[in-house]
Every structure is written in structure tokens, then in C-alpha cells.
């Protein structure tokens, strides 16, 4: 995962706080609550992208991309982007 789970916490009280102070959010439920909501839903997006990026990985080696006089990351990049589509995901 890119982020720790620390970092998720506080990137979501950040989100909160902003839309809180410019008056774009109305909380239906418990701050709190919402927050953890957030928290959630970043840390299942991160998961999603580690799966993808394994999968990239598997398709890639299963090609024996490595080896090869091609840019490995590139090629990664290629790969995951297409797959994300497919999928629906945004990464």
C-alpha cells in the first residue's frame, strides 16, 4: 500500500476539515463516523490498486517482459492502465 494507514487518517480529517470549513458538507450521520466511512473507503481503493498491481506484475513476468529491451515500467504503466479501465477502477 503507498499510504499508511496513519497516513489514510490523516489524509481523510484533512479532507473533512476542508469541506467542513468552506461550508461544502453537511453531515448526516456522526462526524466521527463519517470520518471512519472515508478512512475506509481510501484504504479499499488502496487495496484494489495493490491487487492491480500485482496482477500487472504476474502478466508481465508470465510475457517475460523483464528481460526484454523494454521499458519495464512503462510497459507496467501500459498494462495497469488498461486493465483499470476495464475494470471501472480510477486510479
Not at 478512512?39 to 490498486?49: F, S, T
Request: aromatic share 4%; no cysteine; glycine share 4%.
Amino acid at each position: 500500500m503507498k499510504l499508511s494507514k496513519e497516513q489514510v487518517e490523516k489524509v481523510s480529517a484533512l479532507i473533512i476539515d476542508k469541506l467542513k470549513g468552506k461550508d461544502l458538507i453537511v453531515f448526516k450521520a456522526a462526524e466521527p463516523k463519517v470520518l471512519e466511512r472515508v478512512n475506509e473507503v481510501i484504504l479499499a481503493d488502496l487495496r484494489a490498486e495493490d491487487i492491480l498491481d500485482k496482477e500487472v506484475e504476474e502478466i508481465l513476468k508470465s510475457h517475460s517482459v523483464e528481460g526484454q529491451k523494454i521499458d519495464y515500467r512503462k510497459m507496467f504503466n501500459m498494462v495497469k492502465g488498461k486493465l483499470a479501465r476495464e475494470r471501472g477502477l480510477t486510479l
